[in-house]
């Protein structure tokens, strides 16, 4: 059976690049959650899983610089113009990562399974190899909803795990106008890695407006912070 890829094999990048449109046109990853910035979140729990670490932000490159100088977290905006999405994300982290492999996060889903990346690359193993792109699968279900909640099984395809090896496919996907994730996916050996296990229901909340972010961290903050407010618009 192949190796499996190891995490010095694996480049992570964050990506924090979008337009914020939901939040009101703010930085998204800049938005404080347990009073920090989501970006730092993002670094912070990805850091121990990978051998190195960048971060996709298209506005205030220093301010993201500077956030991610403790893991040596490069800034790189998108490859082409326009806030493509998430698609030019993984494209700049294909073309300025140094690894066989490139794990993408997006910066706003800050309770992502702290072994996220190794049970991606398990599921690269379990294909013998036969695998260019892992996709995470698993529920999305807020902090704030009843205990009874369910919510089916479907595609992260945000948390992936891609082959180095693929940015010539993606760039040009991307400059022909492709932007569904699932589009360019489907022309490769495409994986799933299932995330079903206790403790993981809320894994990929993520929040795409204040009030989710509001709502995410009244869930699981330490009591007494300051309220959310937006940052750098």
């Given amino acids: 059976m192949p190796a499996l890829p190891s995490p ?3 480049t992570g990048c964050v990506l924090a690049g979008g337009r914020g449109a939901r939040m009101g046109g703010v930085d998204k990853g800049l938005q404080l959650f347990q009073g920090r910035p989501l970006v730092v979140h993002a670094l912070e729990r ?3 899983q990978v051998g190195g670490l960048l971060i996709n932000a298209n506005r205030h490159a220093d301010r993201y610089a500077e956030l991610g100088a403790p893991w040596s977290a490069a800034v790189w905006p998108d490859e082409e113009p326009g806030y493509p999405g998430p698609l030019a994300g993984f494209l700049s982290g294909l073309t300025h990562c140094r690894t066989d492999w490139l794990a993408c996060v997006p910066c706003d ?3 992502f399974p702290p072994d996220l990346v190794a049970r991606m690359a398990q ?3 379990a294909a013998r190899g036969e695998a260019d792109i892992v ?6 279900i807020s902090p704030s909803a009843p205990p009874d ?3 089916e099984m479907r595609a992260q395809p945000v948390f992936c795990l ?3 090896a693929l940015r010539s496919s993606l760039q040009a996907f991307v400059r022909d106008g492709g932007r569904k994730i699932d589009a360019w996916t489907a022309g490769h050996r495409c994986v799933a890695a299932r995330f079903d296990r206790a403790g993981e229901r809320h894994a990929f909340a993520n929040a795409n407006t204040l009030d989710e972010l509001h709502d995410l961290e009244r869930h ?3 009591c007494g912070q300051e309220p959310l407010r937006p940052l750098l618009d």
């Avoid at 996709?135 to 999305?140: C, I, L, Q, S, Y």
């Fill in 135 to 140: 996709v995470a699968h698993g529920r999305e």
């Fill in 220 to 222: 699981v903050r330490p």
């Fill in 46 to 48: 990805l850091a121990p």
């Fill in 8 to 10: 010095q094999d694996i």
């Fill in 123 to 125: 599921a690269v193993e």
């Fill in 162 to 164: 891609l082959r180095a």
């Fill in 109 to 111: 889903t800050p309770l």
């Fill in 149 to 151: 909640a369910v919510a």
